[in-house]
T-cell receptor
């Protein structure tokens, strides 16, 4: 069984640039969620994709967008980067979003630094 | 009131002692509860989940849930220095898509 993978591991961008982060879900999982974790904070939900459709969204502006592909891998895109976007971005996969009894598993994360 | 609250710590316990980590939540519709361990600079790792009132044991870990008091805890028996990490509590509402995390409690196990 393959776990959740993310790329790249680290990224440095400047303010105003755009960035794309990638995630491959765990084998057999059809749901991918993205989180932003600032230093010293818990993960904050950005959005979730289920079977290629956005399934729910947290309190993040539209410049945060995403995609899910037929193989259930996913991308997170952030436009017009701001300094406060510097954080660890986590991807988590699970099976069937609405089922309370399914755990989600995190990838190793992408550390984004915006200068 | 925050949706999921945890004491940020640090909670310091001596090696071999029991570490008790606590979490309260505000939404009575919360149905499932998860504990994650996060080492510095790493991603969260799922330790345990619990859905029913009472205790659930897995090795040195015991999760306790009291839905009436909206309280969930994690006990770590025979604490080891390798248990030193931040422990995140997360809750999920029935049929919804998102997990709500607390800010985490930093645990330090002193050798």
């Amino acid at each position: 069984e393959t776990g959740v993978t993310q790329s790249p591991t680290h990224l440095i961008k400047t303010r105003g640039q755009q960035v794309t982060l990638r995630c491959s879900s765990q084998s057999g999982h059809n749901t991918v969620s993205w989180y932003q974790q600032a230093l010293g904070q818990g993960p904050q939900f950005i959005f979730q994709y289920y079977r290629e459709e956005e399934n729910g969204r947290g309190n993040f502006p539209p410049r945060f967008s995403g995609l899910q592909f037929p193989n259930y891998s996913s991308e997170l895109n952030v436009n017009a980067l701001e300094l406060d976007d510097s954080a660890l971005y986590l991807c988590a996969s699970s099976l069937d979003y609405g089922n309370t009894y399914n755990e989600q598993f995190f990838g190793p994360g992408t550390r984004l630094t915006v200068l | 009131q925050k949706e999921v609250e945890q004491n940020s710590g640090p909670l310091s316990v001596p090696e071999g002692a029991i570490a008790s980590l606590n979490c309260t939540y505000s939404d009575r519709g919360s149905q499932s509860f998860f504990w994650y361990r996060q080492y510095s600079g790493k991603s969260p790792e799922l330790i345990m989940f619990i859905y029913s009132n009472g205790d659930k044991e897995d090795g040195r870990f015991t999760a306790q849930l009291n839905k009436a008091s909206q309280y969930v805890s994690l006990l770590i028996r025979d604490s080891q220095p390798s248990d030193s990490a931040t422990y995140l509590c997360a809750v999920k509402l029935w049929g919804t898509y998102k997990y709500i995390f607390g800010t985490g409690t930093r645990l330090k196990v002193l050798a």
